[in-house]
């Protein structure tokens, strides 16, 4: 025979993952500084300039 289990500790358990990662998303994108947030963006619209300009025209 299982064991019985605790509804109540299981969905407390269950949020408190879900909110743990939340809080990672959050301080990935809220815990940088805006300077390298503002790279970040440059570098990738730079790169996909660069792409767009190497695709050839068909």
């Known amino acids: 025979m299982t064991k019985p289990?605790?509804?109540?500790?299981?969905?407390?358990?269950?949020?408190?993952?879900?909110?743990?990662?939340k809080a990672e998303a959050n301080r990935l994108l809220h815990g940088q500084p805006k300077a390298v947030t503002d790279l970040a963006k440059a570098?990738?619209?730079?790169?996909?300039?660069?792409?767009?300009?190497?695709?050839l025209e068909s």
């Open 5 to 21: 289990i605790n509804l109540k500790q299981v969905r407390k358990r269950k949020a408190r993952r879900e909110k743990a990662k």
């Open 43 to 55: 570098r990738a619209a730079k790169a996909a300039r660069e792409l767009d300009g190497k695709k």
